[in-house]
Structures are given as structure tokens and as C-alpha cells.
């Protein structure tokens, strides 16, 4: 429990068993449950996690956005907070997220990797396509968003039924503060956290998951 509210961590993973055991090794304890979102890694990820105190669920069907609905489906916490399994997002700034949460009084906050710290963690053309696609984002929602990319965010479990969540990959991430930040009954913030080098094999496939991302931006604002 934070301050009265139960929280709920959720990790997509495929194949990110020395991630996995750092981020588990270093998640506070205030923290209820976490859920770790395997895809059949073929790895450790599964058992690593398991005795590392995680629910691990298995969903069958390939996807960051599938096995982010999954998880939603099996979470139980007032708050979710989301991370990758690479350790790229900071573990030790939940606190710092939820704080700033309950502070901001909003329903979605967006955790930003803008502006980016450590040169390593994000190549030149990761940068210039994260950039591109929050710009896009900006300017087809009229609304300023930093990082429409990142996968660090804390949001109440109650605002999912207001969600019309239909990516099943990694668009997912940019339609759910979409879903968010349209919605009038949802108040969207966005900070800055500090994002580092990940660990393991990354599985974004930056030409066709950006083109794709874009592509389901456009859609979405004009269907
Ligand atoms: N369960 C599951 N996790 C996935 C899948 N694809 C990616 N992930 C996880 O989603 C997170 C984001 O993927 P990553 O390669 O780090 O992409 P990036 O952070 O956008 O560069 C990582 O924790 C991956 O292990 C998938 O198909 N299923
Ligand atoms: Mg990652």
C-alpha cells in the first residue's frame, strides 16, 4: 500500500531474465503485487521471476499490447504502474511517480524520457523517431506530449472501461495515453524520469513499429 492505495505493478517481458531479476531484486516493498506478462520466453524470465515473489501470467498470443490487456485483466490494484523487463525505466522512481500522482491529482501520468540524460540509453535514431512520433502526436491531439512512447506510466485501474484499447503490439503504448488524454474525464500528466541503457535483446523493430505507430496515430484522429 502507498498512502492508502494499492498498488499494482504490471511488466510486459520476452526474454528478459537479467532484467527481470535486477528490476524484482529492487522494487519497494510497499508495492502489493507485481505482475510479470510472459509471451513463452524462451529464457529463465518466467522462473526468475516466480521465485522472485512475481504472479507470472502466460499469454499465448505475441504482443506488448496483449500482454499489457492481459495483465490489466488480472490486476487488482487501485494504481497500476507499468515498466519494460529490460531494466530501462528506474525502479526506484515508483515512489517518485506516485507521489507525483497523487500530487498532481490526475488519473493518467506519464513517466517522460525527454530529456534524455545518458547519451547510451537511446540511440540518435531512437531519439529522432520518439521525438517524430510525440510531435505527431502533439499536433493531431492538439495536446503537448513529450514522450507519447514511453512505457513508464501510473494510472487508476477505474479509467480502463473509459479505454478503447485495440492494439495488440507495440502501438499500444502511444493509444493508451491517446485513449487518455482525449478523454475529458481523465486528467493526463506527464514527468521527466531518468531512463538508462537496457539489459538483453531489445524487440522493438524501429522502422516498422515507428511506420506502424504513426500510421495508427493518423487513423485514430480521423476515424
Ligand atoms: N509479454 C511480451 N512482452 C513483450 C513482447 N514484445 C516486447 N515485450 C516486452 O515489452 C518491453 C518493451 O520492449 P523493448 O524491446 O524494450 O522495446 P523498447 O523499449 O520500445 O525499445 C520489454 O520488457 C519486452 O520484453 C511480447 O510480444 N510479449
Ligand atoms: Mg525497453
Known sequence: MYKDHRITVIIPCLNEQQGIELILRRMPS?????IVVDNGSTDHTATVAAALGAQV???DVRGY????????????????VTLDG????????????????????VDFLNGSRFPVRDSRSMS??????NLALSLATSLLYFRWVRDSQSG?????????????LESDGMAFSEEIKIEA?????????????????????IKLNPWRDGFHNLWLLIQKRFR
Open 30 to 34: 510497499y508495492v502489493d503485487e507485481v
Open 124 to 129: 540518435f535514431k531512437h531519439k529522432v523517431g
Open 181 to 201: 488524454l482525449k478523454n475529458p474525464r481523465i486528467q493526463f500528466g506527464e514527468i521527466s524520469i531518468l531512463y538508462s541503457s537496457r539489459l538483453g535483446e
Open 57 to 59: 501470467i502466460r499469454e
Open 65 to 80: 499490447g496483449r500482454a499489457y490487456k492481459r495483465g490489466f485483466a488480472h490486476a487488482t490494484g487501485d494504481l497500476i
Open 152 to 164: 513508464m506510466w501510473v494510472f487508476r485501474r477505474s479509467i480502463l472501461p473509459l479505454m478503447n
Open 86 to 105: 529490460d531494466h530501462s525505466y528506474p525502479v526506484d522512481a515508483i515512489s517518485y511517480l506516485l507521489e507525483a500522482f497523487l500530487h498532481l491529482r
